[in-house]
């Protein structure tokens, strides 16, 4: 991926400068200023890539994968606000999703260590295959709004099981839909966990 590097004494001429190429929107960026020394001003680094080349470089990436591990796959790529969500398409997709997901988190975690190796940024992927996560996000969604009919009709707060953070944000906008019921997490990761309570009004 070709990085695009932007340096001026003033931060508004390095932005002016980058916005010439193409526009921010267009672009993942990160800014550093580096302050002057002995009869040195300071000066604005702006490094940059264009978000079309970190979808290729992706595409490349898990083409090159499904070569190593001998299975065909392509991958649709759609841009949601500030995240990367990846499908991935293959006749093979057990072996990519793994039991209980494993294989794909693997997957997912290597593509971002990838990602941060070539841009030095921190750009947020979802990894799915045959609507794996979608799927399993569904009837989370699902067992959380059964658990909250309870809560509100007894009383009584539900401890969950130990979650990951997306599962437990899952939860956290669920519950945040009903007036009387409020989430707290608790516990050490990967034994992090979430509490469903009542609250009166």
Do not use: W
């Not at 508004?12 to 001003?41: C, H, P, Q, R």
Request: proline fraction near 1%; include cysteine.
């Amino acid at each position: 991926m070709e990085k695009i590097v932007i340096e001026d004494k003033e931060k508004e001429n390095a932005y002016k400068k980058l916005e010439e190429i193409t526009s921010l929107v267009d672009l993942y960026y990160n800014e550093t200023m580096e302050e002057g020394k002995l009869f040195k001003s300071g000066k604005c680094k702006i490094e940059a890539i264009k978000k079309e080349d970190v979808k290729q470089y992706i595409k490349e990436f898990l083409s090159k994968i499904g070569e190593l591990m001998e299975i065909e796959l392509h991958s649709e790529i759609r841009m949601e606000e500030d995240v990367i969500n990846v499908s991935i398409i293959s006749d093979n997709s057990p072996i990519l999703i793994g039991r209980e997901g494993k294989n794909l988190d693997a997957l997912q975690t290597l593509l971002r260590q990838s990602l941060k190796n070539q841009t030095n940024m921190l750009i947020k992927v979802n990894l799915d295959a045959s609507d794996y996560k979608l799927k399993k996000q569904k009837r989370l969604e699902r067992e959380i709004k059964n658990i909250a009919h309870e809560v509100l009709k007894t009383k009584i707060d539900a401890k969950l099981d130990p979650m990951n953070a997306f599962d437990r944000r899952i939860v956290h906008s669920v519950i945040s839909a009903y007036e009387n019921l409020v989430t707290e997490s608790l516990g050490e990761a990967p034994n992090r966990y979430v509490t469903i309570k009542y609250k009166e009004n």
